[in-house]
Every structure is written in C-alpha cells, then in structure tokens.
C-alpha cells in the first residue's frame, strides 16, 4: 500500500497501465500475467481465467477484472478509465510492443496516453525492509550453493557441468530458480564477460568465473566467484589479484553519500593502471526485482547512494587469448555503510 501511495504520488496523470512483470509485482503482490489499472480510488488487475484465483490470493485488496478473447485489456482498460474519469493515462510506452500501444490507443479515444517515464523503476530504487531480506536471503543462497559446489568441481568436468552443478543447488537450497542466465566461463572463454557454459572441458592452470544468482519470492541475486585449477601462471594470478584489491578498494569507497561514478573510478582507476583498457563494462548495477536495474555504478551515473540501495560491485579484467577474471557481491546500503549480503569466500581457491 506504501508502495502504490507513493506511485500515485509521483503519478501526475489521473490513472495509469502497468504491463511490466516486476512493476506489476512490485505494486500489487501479484506475480502472474496481465496488466494492472491504477487510479486514486480503483485498483484492479487484468488478467484471464487461468490468473484469476491466484490474482484474489496474492492481492487481496485489489478488484479482479477477467480478460477474455471477445473482452480484451483495451476494451476492459477503456471501460475503468470511464469509470475512474480518466482524461489522461501513463503507459509503459518503453516496455508495450507498438502493436499493443496502438491497441489502447483506438480503445482509449479520448484519454490522453502519456509514457510511465520509469516512475516504478525509480521507486524500486530504494528497497524497503521486506524486499531487502528477501534479496538477503537470495544472496544467502547463492553464496551457500558456492560454497557447497566447492568440493564437486574438478578438472575434466565442463562448464555446462559446473553450471548444472550451481544451479542443482541453489534449487535444492530453496531458490525459485536462476536469477539469470548462470555463466561459466574457463580459460581462455573467461576474456568474454558473458560467456554461454560451454562443452569447454576445464584443464588444469585455468580460471573458471561462475556469474549467477538465485530467486527468493521474486527477488534477485548476484554474485561472480573465480577459482583455479591446479596450479595457475603468475599472469593469471596478478589478474586475479589486481580484480580482488580493485573489488575491495571499490567496497571501501562505496556507501551512502558516495556518487555511483565516484566508486566505478576506484575501480577503474586501479585496473587502468595495470591492465589498460581491460576492465570495459561498468562496476555494477542495481539489483532487485530485476537483475539489471538503476542506478548503475558507471562512469556516467551521478546517482548519490542512498541507505536501502542495493547494487553489484563487479570489476574483471579480460585478456583475449588469455582469460579473464571477475569478482562481484551484491551490497546493501545502510544508514551508517553497508552489508555485504555475499558470505563466499573471494580469496584465490585453488582446486
Ligand atoms: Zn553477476
Ligand atoms: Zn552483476
């Protein structure tokens, strides 16, 4: 209810459209499909017969409106508008298809269409307590699932096996499933910072970087762990150890107060020195509901963190040919700095 005040506040048009998975989750409690109608008196959520039980149990106080082939949402979406009033309407004109837009706009004659302009994902910033401890406890499970695997990866087994390995037991530890597309990258792969798991069999003197994360009721995780395989080359360790300091200098600069891009350059700044141009995405991102959100720790965001921020702080140095190394923990801010909702250990793990 906090919530949905606070969107109606931001609003400035008297009702709006929500058609985006985690913004319909994030202001009603529902998770399934359809969309959500929203004015200062009507709450309702758009969905057909196979949604409809499931809308009445995971919001309550919301009116169930049914969609069918010969009722649509536009046709439904025309008659609340008429209901509430509506003379202006936000859409989330960068999330419909424009088959869809046209669609409303014929039903909605008359209604003025303006863009959401990312009201809720602006909200979605600033987690509140709920939604921290369930992104707690899907980092929790993350890191676990890590630490568990430890014992099972071995030279000869391929990424494919390492991610199966992974995600086998974040399930097992009670995550709803992956947070996104698990990677695992070895060897030379570990230069593409979104590798695909491979049939790549892991050799010994290689690096594996594992980048996943784990599902609790809809909130995300994220964590990246690189470990060795036997012995590893003195180039490969100074990579390893130049992603770890430039990690650790980044969490020593990061805390409320701190802006976005002023963090990023600790980071870069380090691994610049060392290995120029090898460190090419930004330092992390927002993560919540979805695994890619605002603000971006980048050199472009100004964003000042602020306490119930969550964000990645993710370096990596790739080297084509080479390999490559990243190391990423999802950080908490608070009043006072931040928790690290990550417990796996980062130091260099030789197997
Ligand atoms: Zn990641
Ligand atoms: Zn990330």
């Known amino acids: 209810m906090d919530r949905l005040d606070a ?4 609003l400035d048009a008297d009702a709006a459209l929500i ?3 985690e913004n319909i989750r994030y202001l009603s409690g529902y998770a399934g499909e359809g969309c959500l109608f929203v004015s200062r008196d009507m709450r309702v959520i758009l969905t057909d017969f196979r949604y409809v039980e499931q809308a009445g149990r995971q919001a309550p106080d919301w009116r169930v409106a049914r969609t069918t082939s010969e009722r649509k ?3 439904i979406a025309r008659e609340l508008a008429a209901e509430a009033g509506a003379r202006s309407m936000r859409v989330e004109t960068d999330y419909l298809t424009h088959d ?9 004659t008359g209604v003025e269409l303006r863009p959401m302009a990312g009201i809720p994902e602006a909200l979605r910033q600033i987690k509140d307590a709920e939604e921290i401890s369930c992104i707690r406890e899907a980092s929790r499970i993350a890191s676990q699932a890590f630490i568990n695997i430890l014992p099972r990866l071995h030279a000869g087994m391929t990424e494919i096996d390492a991610k199966i390995e992974l995600e086998f037991e974040m399930l097992r530890l009670g995550s ?3 947070a996104f597309d698990t990677i695992a990258a070895a060897g030379v792969n570990g230069s593409l910072p979104h590798a695909v798991p491979s049939k790549h069999v892991i050799a010994e003197g290689e690096l594996l970087t594992l980048d996943f994360g784990a599902t609790y009721r809809g909130y995300l995780s994220d964590i990246t762990r690189t470990v060795a395989f036997g012995g590893v080359s003195p180039e490969l360790r100074a990579i390893y150890d130049t992603v770890h300091d430039a990690q650790q200098l ?4 990061i805390g409320p107060g701190k802006r976005c891009c002023d963090v990023d350059r600790v980071a870069r700044d380090y691994i610049d020195a060392r290995y120029p141009g090898a460190f090419g995405h930004s330092l992390g991102h927002g993560v919540g509901l979805f695994i890619h959100e605002q603000p971006r720790v980048s050199a472009n965001d100004a964003t000042v963190l602020m306490p119930g921020h969550v964000v990645t702080v993710e370096p990596g140095v790739y080297i084509p040919g080479v390999g490559g190394c990243r190391i990423e923990d999802t950080v908490i801010m608070t009043s006072d700095g931040f928790v690290n909702a990550m417990h796996a250990p980062k130091h260099l793990i030789e197997l």
Do not use: Q
Not at 7 to 10: A, D, G, S, V, W
Not at 250 to 253: D, K, R
């Open 176 to 178: 709803e499933g992956p």
């Open 7 to 10: 969107f109606l506040k931001r």
């Open 250 to 253: 980044a969490l020593e600069a």
């Open 19 to 21: 058609h985006r998975p």
């Open 100 to 108: 869809d837009f046209l669609a409303l706009s014929e039903a909605l």
């Open 73 to 75: 949402g536009p046709e």
